[in-house]
């Protein structure tokens, strides 16, 4: 596609509950990022892949998030047991190589509600 | 910890008008983005700096990244409606992770 992709946009679940949302880059880009977004706020860093290697996960909160991207393209960012304080925008991103000057591209985000 | 700061959180000013948003920190970057976010949007990347006093232009945009890569000021002259959004400074902290500041919010009145 022209973007990044990411699905579902909207996902509201129950406490208790695990979820897998999914980021779908710009073809060819070698770097994902996945960040966590409150409303009016800068994204908060989760996790950072170079190709299929997750080669950051530091900013993943606890044990209950992990993140992959088995052929270094698709990710997808599991939460398990969700709980009302998962409750964010999260968003991915990619750029087509690796530094921190590269242009990062987007998604529109999946906004996770945890009831 | 590694913070930026912005300032001012919240900006309101009529067409026409100048304005100035900065981002600072204690910490050294070894380079620095702008972004702009619309609702509803993810972030979009206006301009990356590198040299500190390094001074791009982008039309009615400048940005300037401090002497000591500390810190950094978005100018822009002669504010239109169509810059409204949120402008989002980031801070590189290692060879591919930014920390983030938490953004201005710019209002531009007709």
Redesign the interface.
């Known amino acids: 596609g022209a973007g990044?992709s990411q699905s579902p946009r909207y996902k509201v679940t129950k406490r208790g509950q695990d979820v897998a949302l999914r980021c779908d880059p710009i073809s060819g880009h070698v770097?994902l990022y996945w960040y966590r977004q409150a409303l009016?706020?800068?994204?908060?860093?989760l996790t950072?892949f170079?190709y299929e290697a997750q080669?950051?996960k530091s900013g993943l909160p606890n044990d209950r998030f992990s993140a992959e991207r088995p052929e270094g393209s698709i990710s997808t960012l599991t939460i398990q047991r969700t709980e009302q304080r998962d409750s964010a925008m999260y968003?991915c991103?990619s750029s087509l190589g690796?530094?921190?000057?590269e242009?990062?591209?987007?998604?529109?985000?999946t906004q996770l509600s945890v009831l | 910890t590694q913070l930026l700061e912005q300032s001012p959180q919240f900006l309101s000013i009529q067409e026409g008008e100048n304005l100035t948003v900065y981002c600072n920190s204690s910490s050294v970057f070894s380079s620095l983005q702008w972004y702009r976010q619309e609702p509803g949007e993810g972030p979009v990347l206006l301009v990356t700096v590198v040299t500190g006093g390094e001074v791009k232009k982008l039309k009615r945009l400048t940005f300037q990244f401090g002497d000591a890569r500390k810190d950094s000021s978005l100018h822009i002259t002669a504010a239109q409606p169509g810059d409204t959004g949120l402008y989002l400074c980031a801070g590189a902290v290692s060879n591919y992770q930014l920390i983030w500041g938490a953004g201005t919010k710019l209002i531009i009145k007709p």
């Not at chain 1, 242009?103 to 985000?109: M, N, P, T, V």
């Open positions: 990044v770097s009016g706020q800068g994204p908060e860093f950072y170079n080669q950051d968003r991103a690796q530094g921190a000057t242009k990062l591209f987007f998604g529109s985000g």
